[in-house]
């Protein structure tokens, strides 16, 4: 077995790799750090294991690997059998993707924006900020119309779960908790969200985390 690490905080992107490491049932030790407001309380010594000061972190025996969609794939070689990067090549292809537009688009680029304005403008006029948040909110929308057109089935890709699924899980979360939008054009995602509570790894990790289900 190997020896995993895992650095998080609550109701964090890292959800989504905490869950894969429930699913694949694989032993870590948690490290949790706890927000105050919208940051993260790294201590100081957390630039030598992440110069980037982001979770998640995975460490495996020694490895420090951070980016989730790479401490995914991390975890997905880990328990391959589990084929969190799906069945097929072209599954793989869809999931990397899909991570690539959730993390990339939406993630970074629409809810970084929502969540950390003061970081995207030179502004420092707090009016600023509210504008680019804003628009922020305005793009969450377009992202979850794009998420909801190519969601088919119960999971993202295929017919099991992968690792975009958990990804998608908490990137709604955030809107349902943070943004103020409108989910109901979006029945096939929150469908999706309701399929993933009702999975034990997702259960345990929201208890862990001190969250609430959403019950959607
Ligand atoms: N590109 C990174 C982004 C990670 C990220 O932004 N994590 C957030 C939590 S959701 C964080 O650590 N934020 C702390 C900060 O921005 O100061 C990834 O995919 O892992």
């Known amino acids: 077995m190997p020896d995993i690490k895992f650095f998080f905080a609550p109701g964090a992107c890292s959800v989504a790799p905490h869950v894969l490491l429930h699913e694949a049932g694989l032993p870590y030790e948690p490290i949790q ?3 105050a407001a919208t940051e993260i309380q790294f201590p100081a010594d957390y630039t030598a294991l992440n110069p980037k000061r982001r979770v998640p972190v995975l460490v495996v025996d020694g490895e420090v690997i951070t980016e989730l969609p790479a401490v995914s794939t991390m975890i997905s070689q880990l328990a ?3 084929q969190f990067f799906g069945k097929t090549p072209l599954e793989t292809v869809r999931v990397y993707e899909w991570l690539n537009y959730l ?5 970074t680029g629409t809810y970084g924006q929502m969540i950390r304005p003061w970081r995207w403008t030179t502004d420092a006029d707090p009016k600023a900020h509210e504008r680019v948040k804003d628009k922020a909110r305005e793009r969450l929308v377009e992202n979850f119309a794009i998420i909801e057109d190519k969601l088919q089935g119960v999971y993202a890709v295929g017919d099991g779960l992968t690792a975009v699924d958990p990804f998608l899980y ?14 109901s054009p979006y029945p096939k995602y ?7 509570e009702k999975r034990e790894s997702v259960k345990t990790v929201l208890a862990k985390e001190g969250l609430e289900a959403l019950n959607v």
């Open 33 to 35: 750090y706890n927000y």
């Open 80 to 82: 391959p059998e589990k």
């Open 103 to 107: 993390s990339g688009t939406v993630h």
């Open 170 to 183: 908490i990137l709604y979360r955030w809107a349902k908790t943070r943004s103020g939008i409108d989910l």
């Open 190 to 196: 929150t469908a999706l969200v309701g399929a993933l």
